[in-house]
Every structure is written in C-alpha cells, then in structure tokens.
C-alpha cells in the first residue's frame, strides 16, 4: 500500500518564477491538505482539497493556490517566488468524514528560491 | 501562526533514559497528535489523543493531556539512538468534521546519546 507520494524532492527555482509541487495520496483517502515548514520551524497549514475543492485556507496570499483532480492527487502552485518562500512543502492526507484520525504525510519536497 | 508550543527547544540525554516533551496549545481541540520528523524529511505520526482522554500508550510512548490546563506531555521511555529526531505537537479544532487542519508547535529536538 503506497503511502503518501510527493514529487519533486527537491527544486530550485529564481526567484520570481513559478513552480508546482505535485502529491498523491494514500490509497483510499480523498482529501489533501499542503503545510509549508520553514528552517527551524513547525509546519503551517496553506489549504486542504476535498471533492477537487478548496475547503479551507490558511493565511497564506494568493500566490499560492492549488488544485486537486478526480483521483485525489493534488498540485501546489507558487507564483512570483520570493526568497522567502524556500522551505519544505509537505502533502498530508486523509479521509474527510474522519476527524479523529492521523494524516499521512510525504517526505516533502525541499523548495529552494535563489 | 503557531498555536502550540513545545517545551523544551532541544533535549539531549543517553540512551535508556527517559525522554518528556511537553507541549501547550490555546484554543479548543478536538484532538492533539504527536508527530516525529527526521533530518527535516516527511513527518511520522505517533500518537492521537482525543480530548475527552487523558492518558494513552503506545509501545514506548505515553501521552497525556490535560485540557485544563491545555498541555499534553509526551514520554519516550528505555530512548534508543534511532529516537534521535524532532517532535512535534498538533492540534485539531474543536469545530466541526471540516475543520481539520492540524496546527503544529515548534517542535523539540530529542537527541539521545550512544
């Protein structure tokens, strides 16, 4: 049973550009949510999709927005990259109807905006 | 923002003691994880501790919550090298199915001594 896959691992990006981070979920869940972890930090929610809708967002700009398609997979799009937007982005999913649950989480992908 | 806070920052100890973490959040929850990170990769969740439950046991590991006080604890009892890692608190509101995004502490970093 695949976990929770993310791609690309790592990435560097001029800052400026775009980039977009891709996640597939565990088999059977249907929503996904993104958390961006700075150095030394813990990770903060960005936005969780369920029924390939944005259900709720965290205080992140409009920069980043995303996206999640029929088979759960979901993609995390960042424009105008900034410095500070170097970090690791990590997926996490779950079932929706199931608060009382853990979310799975991938291994990130390492973001780095020169 | 961050809502909870781990205490301590970092710990160091030998191997076969114990290890407490301690963690305090501000709002209402419907339950608090505990997750590991290492080396800045993925995050691996622990344990999940309802908020009408006070104590849970997992292997090695032994949390508490007191909703009071709004903390919860987490042991790591007989610490192996391979405990060597970030640990990290995380809270779920209390409202509502939808509202769950897990708000994460700074994390503490156990490193446990050969």
């Not at chain 1, 977009?20 to 961006?36: A, E, F, I, N």
């Not at chain 2, 009071?68 to 405990?83: G, Q």
Request: proline share 4%; glycine share 8%; hydrophobic share 30%.
């Amino acid at each position: 049973d695949a976990g929770v896959t993310q791609s690309p691992t790592h990435l560097i990006k001029t800052r400026g550009q775009q980039v977009t981070l891709r996640c597939s979920p565990k088999s059977g869940h249907d929503t996904v949510s993104w958390y961006q972890q700075a150095l030394g930090q813990g990770p903060q929610f960005i936005f969780q999709y369920y029924e390939e809708e944005e259900r709720q967002r965290g205080n992140f700009p409009d920069r980043f927005s995303g996206h999640q398609f029929p088979n759960y997979s979901s993609e995390l799009n960042v424009n105008a990259l900034l410095l500070g937007d170097s970090a690791l982005y990590l997926c996490a999913s779950r079932w929706w109807d199931r608060t009382n649950t853990e979310a799975f989480f991938g291994q990130g992908t390492r973001l780095t905006v020169v | 923002s961050q809502q909870g806070e781990e205490d301590p920052q970092a710990l160091s100890i030998q191997e076969g003691e114990n290890a407490t973490m301690n963690c305090s959040y501000k709002t209402s929850i419907n339950n608090l994880q505990w997750y590991r990170q290492n080396s800045g990769r993925g995050l691996v969740h622990l344990i999940l501790i309802r908020s009408n439950e006070r104590e849970k046991h997992s292997g090695r590991l032994r949390v508490t919550l007191d909703t009071s006080k709004k903390s919860s604890s987490l042991l790591i009892t007989a610490s192996r090298a391979a405990d060597t890692a970030s640990y990290f608190c995380a809270t779920v509101p209390n409202s509502g199915g939808s509202n769950y995004k897990l708000t994460f502490g700074k994390g503490t970093l156990l490193t446990v001594n050969p």
